[in-house]
């Protein structure tokens, strides 16, 4: 599925940046900076649509996805093909119950790719990532994200915030393809069990990617 990895929304990127009303100086930003300040956990329920280059809705899901500074987050997808996404700190667990499968990667190559993530160090985001005021469209104040890195998985990300709260995160590809999230129920700073972000794969799947030798018996 093409889902966010781990990172996505109802509004096309494209329609949202041409509809978007000249931008208030620093207005995006300023929700930004007030939404990061002093997260140090975030909850959320979110809805997600991935869209081809035709414009055709190629899938459909909605989920929860949880955050804790600095470096660790959990995202559950559900739906026909449900899905789980855990950055432990050290690796992202990726498993796949349909397939019986779970892909690792290292975070420390993954982890400059995940805008949301990246939300809790505004320093970081700013680091990894181009920043451009885009305007306001449908109530909300945009930003726009390009990644400073020339092999970054996203060619842009926007970012829409009203009332000092993230609402949408849309991402496109370099081919077109763009992963549409919408977030609603958020809250912050909420004490986060750390059983959230860890990860023990179940018995009998299959386990790829960066898997310690001693782990792949599991």
């Known amino acids: 599925m093409n889902r ?88 992202i667990w990726i498993y796949d119950e349909a397939l019986e499968q779970v892909t690792v990667k290292d975070q420390s190559r993954e982890a400059s790719d995940s805008p949301l993530a990246l939300l809790t160090d505004p320093e970081q985001l700013e680091r990894q990532f181009e920043i451009r005021e885009v305007g306001e469209a449908e109530g909300l104040q945009l930003l726009e994200l390009r990644s400073r890195k020339t092999d970054s998985q996203f ?9 000092n709260r993230l609402k949408v995160m849309i991402m496109e590809d370099a081919f077109g393809l763009r992963t549409e999230l919408r977030f609603r129920g958020i809250e912050r700073n909420l004490p986060l069990d750390d059983s959230l972000f860890t990860f023990v794969p179940p018995p009998g799947v299959d386990l790829i990617g960066d898997v310690p030798d001693d782990e792949r018996g599991l």
């Open 4 to 91: 966010f990895n781990p990172l996505i929304g109802l509004l096309l990127l494209g329609c949202l940046a041409s509809a978007a009303a000249p931008a208030q100086e620093n207005a995006g930003r300023q929700q930004l900076e007030q939404f990061s300040a002093g997260l140090e956990t975030l909850h959320a329920q979110f809805d997600q649509k991935v869209i081809s280059t035709d414009g055709a809705v190629s899938d459909e899901s909605s989920g929860e996805v949880w955050l804790s500074r600095p470096q660790r987050f959990r995202w559950a997808y559900g739906g026909d093909f449900p899905e789980l996404v855990v950055a432990d700190g050290t690796r």
């Open 155 to 163: 060619e842009r990300i926007l970012l829409g915030l009203n009332e």
